[in-house]
């Protein structure tokens, strides 16, 4: 049987350990009685001394159990300290919590330390956010049932008090930021029943929803409306908070659905005894610059506290079996920390999955039956080209996506671009045809039905063009998009060139220039060397040489020529261009060949990660502005097992470990922007005489949110 030992007792003992060892000085006057008083002394304790002899063995074993005791404390904050480094070294991972908290099979884990005479010591390190095992519909005044994560036990004591709420957060977050109704994601608290260490019921006032693994945070209401927040300010809060939120060293989230956000922030100390029932939290900071100033309203904002928050509750032991002592930390006074590290990338997950892509890609091709694009929904791959000359065709997104609450958030494909998005996939590519494209084409003016391209011109990659796969002079025929528009701006698209046309003559000649010539792009390279650049859309004037059957000029063939006249529309600039050089070398990038490098070599495909961030506010111009980032990286084989799983493949983060190969800021004009408010995204591809095969694969794509985390420079592990 364990003997605990309040802490209590173990203070009480060094008072009196104290008091024992104090001496008092003796008077001068009173040095005569001394002997006298001696005497008197030693008769008595002679006369006591029988009586006495049975207390000696119980002082003895008291000064043990309190010696013990002592240790079985110190044993404790030893497991703090082991918890504590273990945990800022891993970053928080979650392997080291429930490696922490329980060992293979479930139970408590007890650390015994191999010097020492019977001391150990166990951890338990709960993490204040809980999850969802089923999914759960409710209705007011029915029952939320909540599990803790990561094998954490909930602490002695622990509480959720009346007039709390929950939040299931990503929904919430996405609500605010993107329009929704983040009340939908929200409920006050009633009533709260602990049914284990591990689980816990919470009867709501509010409905309320959730699905399987989702995370439900704690949160209460700021105490009152407070503007122009900024660094090193106090947040004042309800008083509920005093009894879950950490009392020093805290994260939380802060609503500001004004501003449209939910940003992350950390406070140094939770002040309780504050007049009008309410709580102060010291010292805010953030994690990122653009964090302040923000502002609260006390009827529509929350402050929500973070699943970053961790409380260490460690219990040390000392000696075995029936003699061991324990010393255990109370819930109320244990070490609180929080992770200020980023997510960890395995266990983020990205707004549409490789998976959700490929079930709802809808392809086109000029030549049907010949296998130019081919989606495997069993494999998750999407090949390009095929082998296939002469042909063109473009696959597009086509989901109806439903984020935050908002139902229609995406459209047969065509989604709300807001802030910008992030994409990663990996590419294999094999042959020398004319290249593809990763494409962004606005939603207002084109469809999943929408692709361009020429029969007669594989250097357009069913980008530029009007889709015609027939000609008789100028006029096209038997348009693969049923109408001939092709792909109208604005768009924007990430050129994979592996096919150089460096000609820069007219597009048109010949009598009333009705005569199209082929081949004219400006590439930047004539040498034939693979190249990655951004194409935006050129003049939007109609081209004579190439029309409709109604003699309707397309403007569309000028939009992957480089340094075209591009009539005050976002450049396609030719000398900004990513291809194998110095940089690439210095990686430790090796190919087979340094001209059709993208080639790699033959176990090595590329994994491309882009970035469009899209302003919101207008600048000081007048337009909007739009900027553009991509990294290529080499896979060390053929799974990328070195790229699966870091920061590099993680879209729900702004990356900038590394600086991107491709740059560009475009500016786009007040009509050309709302046109972008929603837009399609997916990949074209064209070939002439020579011939490629390009496969995707893990093709994903995560949209920005104000305060998402940020990899800064030299964070990323995987490529340092």
């Not at 309040?6 to 009173?30: C, P």
């Not at 802060?254 to 939910?262: L, M």
């Not at 061991?324 to 266990?347: C, F, K, M």
């Not at 709300?416 to 207002?444: C, H, M, P, S, W």
Request: include cysteine; proline fraction near 4%.
């Amino acid at each position: 049987m364990v003997s605990n030992i309040s802490f209590a007792f173990l203070f009480r003992d060094v008072v009196v350990s104290n008091l024992a060892r104090a001496g008092k000085k003796i008077k001068a006057g009173h040095r005569g009685s001394v002997l006298i008083s001696l005497l008197v002394t030693m008769a008595v304790l002679s006369a006591l001394g029988a009586a006495m002899l049975p207390l000696f063995s119980s002082s003895t074993m008291s000064s043990v159990a309190s010696n013990d005791a002592r240790k079985a404390l110190y044993m404790a904050e030893s497991g703090l300290r082991y918890a504590l480094s273990e945990l800022r070294n891993s970053g928080f991972s979650r392997d080291v919590i429930e490696g922490l908290n329980v060992d293979s099979e479930g139970n408590i884990k007890v650390y015994s330390l191999s010097d020492s005479d019977g001391g150990s010591f166990a951890v338990n390190v709960f993490k204040t956010e809980f999850e969802s095992e089923s999914e759960q519909i409710l209705s007011a005044g029915q029952t939320l049932a909540l599990t803790t994560r990561f094998g954490g036990k909930m602490p002695e004591g622990f509480s959720i008090p009346v007039g709390t709420f929950v939040v299931n957060l990503k929904s919430f977050r996405d609500a605010v930021v993107f329009g929704g109704d983040p009340e939908a994601f929200t409920a006050e608290v009633q009533n709260f029943q602990r049914v284990s260490d591990t689980s816990l019921t919470l009867s709501l006032n509010d409905a309320f929803n959730v699905s399987k693994d989702d995370l439900v945070c704690l949160a209460v209401r700021p105490f009152s409306s407070q503007n122009g927040l900024i660094d090193g300010s106090d947040l004042e809060v309800d008083i509920e908070a005093k009894d879950f939120f950490p009392k020093q060293n805290g994260s939380i989230y802060v609503s500001d659905v004004v501003a449209k956000r939910v940003m992350n922030y950390f406070y140094d100390e939770r002040i309780d005894d504050i007049p009008g029932s309410r709580v102060r939290l010291t010292n805010l900071s953030a994690p990122t610059a653009v964090g302040f100033p923000f502002s609260v309203n006390l009827n529509t904002d929350y402050v929500i506290l973070s699943g970053s928050n961790y409380r260490i509750i460690p219990t040390g032991y000392w000696g075995e079996d029936a003699a061991a002592v324990s010393y255990a930390i109370s819930g109320e006074t244990a070490t609180s920390a929080s992770d200020e590290s980023l997510p960890d990338p395995t266990e983020s997950s990205p707004d549409f999955s490789p998976q959700e892509v490929v079930d709802s890609l809808s392809a086109l091709e000029s030549s049907p039956g010949q296998d130019v694009i081919v989606v495997d929904k069993d494999s998750g791959e999407i090949t390009l080209g095929g082998g296939v000359g002469d042909a063109f065709g473009a696959v597009w997104f086509g989901g109806n996506n439903n984020i935050g609450g908002i139902a229609d958030f995406c459209t047969d494909g065509k989604c709300q671009f807001n802030y910008g998005v992030r994409t990663f996939f990996k590419l294999y590519y094999n042959g020398e045809g004319d290249g593809f494209t990763l494409a962004f084409i606005n939603g207002e003016d084109n469809d999943k039905s929408s692709v361009g391209g020429d029969a007669g011109a594989g250097e357009l990659m069913a980008y530029a063009g009007d889709s015609r796969t027939a000609s008789v002079g100028p006029v096209g025929f038997y348009f693969l998009d049923g109408a001939g528009y092709g792909l109208r701006s604005p768009k924007m698209a990430l050129e994979f060139d592996t096919y150089t046309n460096a000609d820069n003559n007219p597009l048109c000649s010949g009598t009333a220039f009705k005569t199209f010539q082929s081949g004219q792009r400006n590439d930047p390279l004539s040498s034939g060397k693979d190249v990655l650049q951004y194409v935006f859309w050129g003049s939007t004037d109609g081209w004579p040489c190439r029309t409709n059957a109604a003699g309707d000029p397309s403007p569309t063939y000028d939009d992957n020529r480089h340094d075209t006249n591009s009539g005050g529309n976002p450049p396609n600039i030719k000398i900004n261009s990513c291809t194998y050089g110095d940089r690439l070398i210095a990686e430790g990038v090796t190919v087979d060949n340094t001209t059709d490098w993208l080639n790699g070599s033959s176990s090595k495909p590329w994994a491309v990660r882009v970035e469009v961030i899209r302003g919101t506010e207008p600048n000081a111009g007048g337009k909007y502005e739009y900027t553009l980032k991509t990294w290529i990286r080499q896979c060390n084989d053929l799974n990328c097992d070195n790229i699966d799983g870091t920061y590099f493949a993680d879209t729900s983060i702004e990356y900038g470990a590394q600086p991107p190969h491709l740059l560009q800021t475009v500016e786009l004009s007040a009509d050309d922007h709302g046109k972008f408010d929603t837009f399609l995204f997916g990949l074209t591809e064209a070939t002439g005489g020579a011939v490629q095969t390009a496969t995707i694969s893990n093709l994903q794509l995560s949209f920005i949110r104000p305060g998402d985390a940020v990899i800064g420079i030299g964070s990323d592990p995987s490529w340092p």
